[in-house]
């Protein structure tokens, strides 16, 4: 799906004008603002109910345009955007002194990313020769703490009148957020996984990035201990006792929704099943969409299967746990 002519010039006459416009990208739709706009961008946060400290991600049309937002940007840095870019690919730079703290988070560094989507990527060409340093700051387009939105009919869902616009570029096929690699220290270190896993990050790095825990890293979009979450309680339980768990559930009189990978729905089991791929790449896809079916379905319980432990699964790994820490809290 491709917005038409008249919808990327309003789109680009609404950032202009320091108002919101939603588009999408290969991970999640965002919620975009001028990010040289102080003003423009503390509507997203008002639109979302989002925490002031909390930054947001920068989205840039080209390589070229790094410099104008970051002071300092280390060799590994160029060697990761080289590499990944245009993608999935968040990177954590000390902020040019011009930067609005608004969308730092009262930080000095900024999050830099040029989408891998070509919606995004012609909006933000766009939005740049119009004038101005041609960033746009986008959070995922859904309420604080929520799940996520993969499609412009998500956003509506999650935000309705207060967006003016929702560009529809489809369903996201990445589906999860960017992993995000701070290059501010003097290691790399993965700050939040995502699609381009450690192990894409050994190739250039040389060697497997850390996972960060570590303190005095700096504050990025979707590192709260719950985030991503349905309105639904939530359980992940590890396969061999997933059939015995939901049959509890059951002789309680609860009802669930059940999102498993490898068990195949028992037969007669009064339940919602969502079976998704038993690869992170195709669990990664469908996660978000699979969770808000289940925030529909009317079941007490959202049951999540146990995903495996090793590199290859943590991005999802992450969205689960935080998914579950939050889930029913609305």
């Not at 946060?45 to 940007?73: S, Y």
């Not at 957020?177 to 501010?184: A, G, H, K, L």
């Not at 201990?225 to 061999?240: E, N, Q, S």
Request: charged share 20%; with cysteine; proline share 8%.
């Amino acid at each position: 799906m491709t917005p038409s002519e008249a919808d990327y010039q309003r789109a680009v006459e609404l950032l202009c004008a320091g108002e919101l416009v939603a588009f999408p990208t290969e991970t999640v739709y965002g919620l975009g603002a001028d990010a040289a706009n102080p003003e423009a961008v503390a509507k997203i946060f008002a639109a979302k109910g989002r925490p002031a400290d909390h930054p947001l991600i920068v989205h840039l049309a080209c390589h070229d345009a790094v410099e104008q937002w970051a002071e300092q940007v280390p060799d590994v840095a160029w060697e990761l955007m080289e590499t990944f870019w245009p993608g999935p690919l968040t990177l954590i730079l000390k902020k040019q002194p011009w930067v609005p703290l608004t969308v730092t988070g009262g930080q000095e560094t900024v999050g830099l990313r040029m989408p891998g989507h070509p919606v995004a990527l012609e909006l933000l060409r766009r939005f740049a020769a119009s004038g101005g340093h041609g960033g746009i700051a986008a959070p995922s387009a859904n309420r604080f703490g929520r799940i996520s939105p993969t499609t412009a009919a998500h956003v509506y869902e999650e935000l309705g009148e207060r967006v003016p616009l929702i560009l529809d570029g489809g369903a996201c096929a990445v589906g999860i957020e960017s992993t995000i690699v701070d290059c501010s220290r003097a290691e790399a270190v993965v700050l939040r996984p995502g699609h381009i896993s450690p192990l894409h990050l050994e190739a250039v790095l040389g060697r497997l990035p850390q996972i960060a825990t570590a303190e005095g890293a700096p504050r990025v979009s979707g590192s709260l201990a719950a985030h991503y979450a349905p309105l639904t309680p939530m359980r992940v339980i590890t396969a061999p006792r997933l059939l015995d768990f939901i049959n509890a559930q059951r002789h309680k009189g609860d009802r669930c929704g059940v999102i498993g990978h490898s068990q195949p729905p028992q037969l007669g089991m009064p339940h919602v099943w969502q079976m998704l791929p038993a690869d992170p790449v195709g669990y990664a896809h469908g996660l978000y969409a699979a969770l808000r079916e289940m925030d529909h379905a009317g079941v007490d319980l959202i049951v999540v299967e146990a995903l495996p432990d090793d590199l290859a699964w943590a991005a999802v790994s992450d969205r689960l746990r935080r998914s579950a820490a939050g889930a029913g809290q609305g």
